[in-house]
């Protein structure tokens, strides 16, 4: 009740792959106009230990805006996320793939810190 549906930001003392199967991830939907971008069937993200993470712009301005006054069940894909405490290592021809979305980070541009501001 009352809950930020996508995963809120965050950084993991493992290493995350995760991977969609089929539909739509809820946490980064890609950037408006159907652009390039988002994570889409058969992609994949590595986070390394300690790499922050969350959801993109859109999703989170998206999601704080819903009360979520009632829960709901997440039915728009199918996802998987393996963690380890191993660092891994990406492959060369991960490196140098069409497919990698090289602007990974700007999925972020538009936040700003919601954190309170320390007394000086």
């Given amino acids: 009740e009352n809950t930020f549906r996508p995963p809120w930001f965050h950084r993991n003392v493992m290493t995350e792959f995760m991977g969609l199967i089929y539909g739509e991830y809820d946490a980064k939907k890609g950037k408006k ?19 922050p993470h969350g959801p993109d712009a859109e999703s989170y301005f998206a999601n704080v805006k819903n009360p979520c006054k009632e829960p ?43 954190f309170p501001r320390q007394h000086e």
């Fill in 33 to 51: 106009g159907g652009g390039k971008g988002g994570f889409v069937p058969g992609g994949a993200s590595l986070h390394p230990i300690m790499t």
């Fill in 72 to 114: 709901s069940k997440f039915e728009g894909g199918l996802a998987f996320m393996f963690e380890s405490s191993a660092m891994c290592r990406v492959s060369r021809y991960a490196m140098e793939c069409e497919q990698r979305e090289v602007d990974y980070a700007s999925c972020w541009d538009g936040l700003v810190s919601t």
